[in-house]
T-cell receptor
Framework: SQQGEEDPQALSIQEGENATMNCSYK?????LQWYRQNSGRGLVHLIL?????REKHSGRLRVTLDTSKKSSSLLITASRAADTASYFC????????????FGRGTSLIVHP | DADVTQTPRNRITKTGKRIMLECSQT?????MYWYRQDPGLGLRLIYY???????NKGEISDGYSVSRQAQAKFSLSLESAIPNQTALYFC??????????????FGPGTRLTVL
């Protein structure tokens, strides 16, 4: 069963706009990761945020984590057509075996 | 060369056939995983291995078996394929928790169709 659930399931925006995706989870976590998947390809790690961190940046990516609400958001600023992909959050439950559990993903389409 | 490779990339087979999917990695990681991906369901863990002598069932292991032949090789077998095993299969690796906080590195996937 999925620990993390992304919202929205699908997002369509114009190039240059910001894209925000959210992830909610159910139990306490060690860390939360975001991955990207281009159509039919393997997932690629984007960023990891630890449970004691609140915000992290990597290039045009900004991730926030609110452990009190059990939620995270991924913001992609100034989106490009090449950002078109599916984005997954993966949570690593506290006290577990440190195996990430993936959500169902958000499908992002960026129109040129 | 890719760090995590999977063979074959595509396979069409018939119900009842035994199928093996292979995964090799050059990252030197001890931890390896097999996932399947179905539309709308995300990734689900089939089996994982933390080292050569360690094999563990994941969320959906029924109908599958694995073999960890070496640190670099982890194979997934479908003993008797059935149509609902049609899916995209991914192998992944990760380093130990302390060094990498479990960032996973994925292979390109194997698209399996069972007729």
């Amino acid at each position: 069963s999925q620990q993390g659930e992304e919202d929205p399931q699908a997002l369509s925006i114009q190039e240059g706009e910001n894209a925000t995706m959210n992830c909610s989870y159910k139990t306490s976590i060690n860390n939360l990761q975001w991955y990207r998947q281009n159509s039919g390809r393997g997932l690629v790690h984007l960023i990891l945020i630890r449970s004691n961190e609140r915000e992290k940046h990597s290039g045009r990516l900004r991730v926030t984590l609110d452990t009190s609400k059990k939620s995270s958001s991924l913001l992609i600023t100034a989106s490009r057509a090449a950002d078109t992909a599916s984005y997954f959050c993966a949570t690593d439950a506290s006290g577990g075996s440190y195996i990430p559990t993936f959500g169902r993903g958000t499908s992002l389409i960026v129109h040129p | 060369d890719a760090d995590v490779t999977q063979t074959p990339r595509n396979r069409i087979t018939k119900t009842g056939k035994r199928i093996m999917l292979e995964c090799s990695q050059t990252k030197g990681h001890d931890r390896m995983y097999w996932y399947r991906q179905d539309p709308g369901l995300g990734l689900r863990l089939i089996y994982y291995s933390f080292d050569v002598k360690d094999i563990n069932k994941g969320e959906i292991s029924d109908g599958y078996s694995v073999s960890r032949q070496a640190q670099a090789k982890f194979s997934l077998s479908l003993e008797s394929a059935i149509p609902n095993q049609t899916a995209l299969y991914f192998c992944a690796t990760s380093g130990d928790f302390e060094s990498s906080y479990n960032e996973q590195f994925f292979g390109p996937g194997t698209r399996l169709t069972v007729l």
